[in-house]
């Protein structure tokens, strides 16, 4: 497979030997392929996930929730190995019929309450907890802007750039060029922000940074990619002292470790159950 040899079938057809970091998982049909329950722990916020950006976004929710003093927000964690296909079992399709993580089941109510999204899930938590977003309208309003912006605008990121530049078999330069030209207007956008907002909506600490982080903040800490340098991440000054203030707090450097399989052993925290499960 080059990029001068192809040219698109008639009616396109799934090969699913086409190769690349993600063949074994991605298909073109959703649904479950087998059949598996998934496990429930003790507390009533049970998360089906893994450390990848958009799991940390409700594990570091989660963990600053309970460092708010929000007792209600503990949760078992428990690891959903997406390349192992676990998204794809019946009981994690039933919380994400779009069999991608993270996905969350709140078991506190009458009934169970399944949210799957990753934004949609940092704002059931703001709402039912009331912290983390703003109760002014025109505060309220900017955070979820942001907010919807990080979920339209890291895909371009994620599966755009960071696809081309670090996982596709082939280093194709039209691909390449075009989402480092994105990701890097996405950051100057977040930059000339910055400039003016200690945090995204201003003096408070929100949902919107706790969504933009992981993704943004990891990109110029050069931890997703290890494209710092290509980007030239030291340029986006207000970005990068954003990014170093939110990986100071002690709630960010808990939730980043749980349902973490990779790198440092010592950071990893395959399930969490108890706060003791985090050193
Ligand atoms: N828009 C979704 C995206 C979730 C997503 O892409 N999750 C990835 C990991 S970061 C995943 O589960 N991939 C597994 C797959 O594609 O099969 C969200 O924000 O929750």
Same mark, same amino acid.
């Given at each position: 497979m080059t990029e001068k040899e192809?040219?698109?079938?008639?009616?396109?057809?799934?090969?699913?030997?086409n190769g690349g970091k993600f063949a074994s998982i991605n298909r073109p049909t959703a649904g479950a392929t087998h059949d598996k329950e998934l496990p429930v722990g003790k507390?009533? !916020?049970?998360?089906? %996930?893994?450390a990848t950006p958009n799991g940390v976004?409700?594990?570091?929710?989660?963990?600053?929730? +309970? /460092?708010?003093?929000?007792?209600?927000?503990?949760?078992?964690?428990?690891?959903?190995?997406?390349?192992?296909?676990?998204?794809?079992g019946s009981g994690f399709v039933d919380i994400n019929p779009n069999s991608k993580?993270?996905? !969350?089941?709140?078991? %506190?109510?009458d009934k169970p309450q399944r949210v799957f999204e990753s934004g949609a899930i940092l704002l059931? +938590? /703001?709402?039912?907890?009331g912290a983390f977003l703003p109760t002014d309208l025109a505060a309220r309003t900017e955070c979820l802007s942001w907010l919807?912006?990080?979920?339209?605008?890291a895909p371009y990121l994620g599966g755009g750039f960071g696809h081309f530049y670090a996982y596709a078999p082939v280093k194709i330069e039209y691909c390449i060029e075009r989402f480092t030209m994105e990701t890097k207007r996405q950051l100057d956008v977040l930059d000339r922000h910055l400039a003016?907002?200690?945090?995204?909506?201003?003096?408070?600490y929100t949902i919107a940074d706790i969504a933009i982080w992981p993704w943004y903040g990891a990109l110029v800490l050069n931890r997703v990619y290890a494209a710092a340098e290509f980007l030239d991440a030291e340029s986006y000054k207000n970005v990068m002292r954003w990014a170093k203030e939110i990986d100071?707090?002690?709630?960010?450097?808990?939730?980043?470790?749980?349902?973490?399989?990779?790198?440092?052993?010592?950071?990893?925290?395959?399930?969490?159950?108890?706060a003791s499960d985090i050193s």
């Open positions: 192809y040219t698109p079938a008639k009616v396109w057809k799934w090969d699913s030997e507390h009533p !916020l049970q998360l089906y %996930s893994m976004k409700v594990t570091v929710m989660l963990e600053e929730l +309970l /460092a708010a003093g929000y007792g209600g927000a503990e949760y078992d964690a428990w690891l959903i190995q997406i390349m192992e296909g676990d998204q794809f993580i993270p996905a !969350l089941m709140d078991h %506190s109510g059931y +938590l /703001a709402e039912k907890f919807f912006w990080q979920m339209g605008s003016d907002n200690k945090f995204i909506v201003g003096a408070e100071a707090r002690p709630a960010v450097k808990r939730g980043v470790r749980v349902n973490r399989t990779w790198g440092d052993e010592e950071k990893q925290v395959p399930e969490r159950h108890d």
